[in-house]
Each structure stands twice: as structure tokens, then as C-alpha cells.
């Protein structure tokens, strides 16, 4: 049974960094593409970051240039190192795969960005 865990969100001001961490267990996710997802309250989920079997990345234009998606194929794990944190940033994020989410999403971790 495949199992998404995502870890390192928390409470970070305007301009701070934070760190997520997707670790994928029951499977091996090094041939799926990879996204992180994020979704604020009273929004729908929506694509923040994606990254191809050979490392392409692609990002939403609202994080571009600040957030960056990595992905460690030994550990199974997909990260999102993420800069210049705004409030919009606020939501919780989950990790799945791109295109079409194949997996049961995990809990998600909550980042929240205060002004």
C-alpha cells in the first residue's frame, strides 16, 4: 500500500524559508513525475511545483523564482525548499504525482506565513 508522508511545515514570517519533505513508502516513485500541491482555505488544490523522471521542473508563476522542487530517488523522497515566504503562501501542501494524482494523498503539512 503506497503512502505519502509529508513533513516541515510550520509558522514562518513574511520573508522566512521552510523546508517540506514527501516521503513515499510501498513503492518505487523514481519512473512517476512528482508535484507538490497546495490548498488554502475555501480554494480548490492547485499545482505549486512538478519535476520529470530526469529533473525538469516546472512552477507556478506565483512561486517562481522562490520555491524549488528536488526530488532524491534513493530515499524515495521529494522536497520543496521554499524562499521569500509570502502570506498567500499559506495553505496546506501535499506532495502526489503529476500528471494525474495516482495515490491516496497523505495528511499534508500546514504552512502558515504571517505579514
Known amino acids: 500500500q503506497v503512502q505519502l508522508v509529508e513533513s516541515g511545515g510550520g509558522l514562518v514570517q513574511a520573508g522566512g524559508s521552510l523546508r517540506l519533505s514527501c516521503a513515499a513508502s510501498?513503492?518505487?516513485?523514481?519512473?512517476?513525475?512528482r508535484a507538490w500541491y497546495r490548498q488554502a482555505p475555501g480554494n480548490q488544490r492547485e499545482l505549486v511545483a512538478r519535476?520529470?523522471?530526469?529533473?525538469?521542473?516546472n512552477y507556478a508563476d506565483s512561486v517562481k523564482g522562490r520555491f524549488t522542487i528536488s526530488r532524491d530517488n534513493a530515499k524515495n523522497t521529494v522536497v520543496l525548499q521554499m524562499n521569500s515566504l509570502k502570506p498567500e503562501d499559506t495553505a496546506v501542501y501535499y506532495c502526489?504525482?503529476?500528471?494525474?494524482?495516482?495515490?491516496?494523498w497523505g495528511q499534508g503539512t500546514q504552512v502558515t506565513v504571517s505579514s
Open positions: 502526489n504525482t503529476w500528471p494525474g494524482v495516482r495515490f491516496t
Open positions: 510501498g513503492r518505487t516513485f523514481s519512473s512517476y513525475r
Open positions: 519535476i520529470s523522471t530526469s529533473d525538469t521542473t
